[in-house]
């Protein structure tokens, strides 16, 4: 019994371990566009932000960007839920999922149309707080 509840529990741990983790973004070369968010899901455990954005090519796709932790974005980066909001035209720096196929990133940041810069508490931690730009 004591043998089974510690193979649960590191199970557990591994899972979590790999929820969290940015191995399957390409984080030496950060994707950075500009678009028009659609819609801002504030949910458990992560907000996630929509953007249109056009391709080189002239096509429209719909990029979904996922951020830290709801708690982390209110308390670590001064984020409310007015922050980014359908209709904002943006500039977004993210850490892009690594099948090129699917428009899917990890924030870094988002410029908004008036400058104001939104950091994720890891683009914080990656540039420190006096970097905006």
């Known amino acids: 019994m004591k043998g089974a509840l510690c193979a649960v529990a590191l199970l557990i741990a591994s899972n979590a371990s790999a929820h969290h983790s940015l191995s399957l973004f390409e984080t030496a070369a950060p994707v950075t566009f500009q678009g028009l968010v659609t819609r801002v899901e504030w949910r458990s455990p992560h907000t996630l932000i929509f953007v249109e954005s056009k391709e080189p090519g002239g096509e429209v796709v719909e990029w979904r960007v996922e951020t ?66």
């Open 68 to 133: 830290v932790p709801n708690s982390w974005l209110i308390n670590n980066a001064g984020w409310t839920k007015d922050s980014v909001k359908p209709g904002d035209q943006v500039k977004v720096e993210l850490y892009a999922y690594s099948d090129k196929t699917i428009k899917y990133g990890f924030l870094l940041r988002v410029t908004m149309a008036d400058g104001k810069v939104w950091m994720s508490p890891l683009d914080i931690g990656r540039r420190g707080r006096g970097d905006q730009n």
